[in-house]
């Protein structure tokens, strides 16, 4: 079965730098978004992305946050300067048309 | 808006008997429903879907769910619990057609031997 796929799967870095987390969407599928989960919180919406470029973001989604999908099969999210606070189980998802999304196994990231 | 209310954090239930994950949404337009399972150090995945078709909906691993407009609640049931079951359960609402997903804060479903 098709699957999305998250690299890496943990990274520990340090406060201030930039941060590249990747994604390989579901091949045929067209809306692409970025969720994240703070420990022991709930799951929230950060962006979602169609036709090339950001169709829907959260108040989350500052100026620190962009994403890219550079070649056709890949779908980034890079965090510029790193906080304490952007420490979180990030996940990538995908879907073919809006109703049903399909996430990867995520992402954590530490940042210390 | 829309926003999602899982009524219990956890639940625990004995292997064999049924299990009821409760969730009462809120949305202002026909909402999509889902149930996502995330095992520990694991993704979330899908586990059923109600876009305004059929009102129960079957999942996998023998879980379904029954959409009730007049209470505002998606819950989900098994008739019987395995062990493989434990894990935690997010109830997730959208607006059809909206792709940004709105999840409640998740069941700690524990299965006792």
């Known amino acids: 079965e098709p699957e999305v796929t998250q690299t890496p799967s943990h990274q520990v870095t340090q406060m201030g730098q930039e941060v590249i987390l990747r994604c390989v969407p579901i091949s045929n599928h067209l809306y692409f978004y970025w969720y994240r989960q703070i420990l022991g919180q709930k799951v929230e919406f950060l962006v979602s992305f169609y036709n090339n470029e950001i169709s829907e973001k959260s108040e989350i989604f500052d100026d620190q946050f962009s994403v890219e999908r550079p070649d056709g099969s890949n779908f980034t999210l890079k965090i510029r300067s790193t906080k304490l606070e952007d420490s979180a189980m990030y996940f990538c998802?995908?879907?073919?048309?809006?109703?049903?999304?399909?996430f990867g196994e995520g992402s954590w990231l530490t940042v210390v | 808006a829309q926003s999602v209310t899982q009524l219990d954090s956890h639940v625990s239930v004995s292997e064999g008997t049924p299990v009821l994950l409760r969730c009462n949404y809120s949305s202002s337009y026909s909402p999509s429903l889902f149930w996502y399972v995330q095992h520990p150090n694991k993704g979330l995945q899908l586990l059923l879907k109600?876009?305004?078709?059929?009102?129960l909906v079957k999942g996998i691993n023998g879980f379904e769910a029954e959409f009730k407009k007049s209470e505002t609640s998606f819950h989900l049931t098994k008739p019987s619990a395995h062990m493989s079951d434990a894990a935690e359960y997010f109830c997730?609402?959208?607006?059809?057609?909206?792709?940004?997903?709105?999840f409640g804060t998740g069941t700690r479903l524990t299965i006792i031997p």
């Open positions: 109600y876009t305004s078709a059929a009102t």
């Open positions: 997730v609402v959208s607006n059809f057609g909206n792709e940004k997903l709105t």
């Open positions: 998802a995908s879907s073919e048309v809006s109703d049903t999304i399909y």
